[in-house]
């Protein structure tokens, strides 16, 4: 997770979005049965988890910080 710290907010949501997609391709395939790497869709699922924990972490962050002030 360390990677995703160094990003911006704009560039994880532009990763979410992209994994949004890609899972949505898998999908796709394994429906249709051209999908030979069934692990796949586990490590997409993981990663956009990843992306939206640091996000939300960013965010409480910040709203924690309002507060003080």
């Known amino acids: 997770m360390s990677d995703y710290a160094h990003k911006t907010e704009e560039e994880l949501h532009k990763l979410v979005t992209g994994n949004h997609a890609k ?4 999908r796709f395939a394994m429906a249709g049965s051209k999908q030979k790497n069934v692990k796949e ?7 956009t988890a990843r ?3 640091e996000l939300h972490k960013r965010n409480t962050e910040s709203r924690n910080s309002n507060i003080g002030k």
Do not use: D, I, P
């Open 23 to 26: 899972l949505q391709a898998f």
């Open 41 to 47: 869709g586990k490590k997409l699922r993981k990663e």
């Open 51 to 53: 992306l939206l924990t």
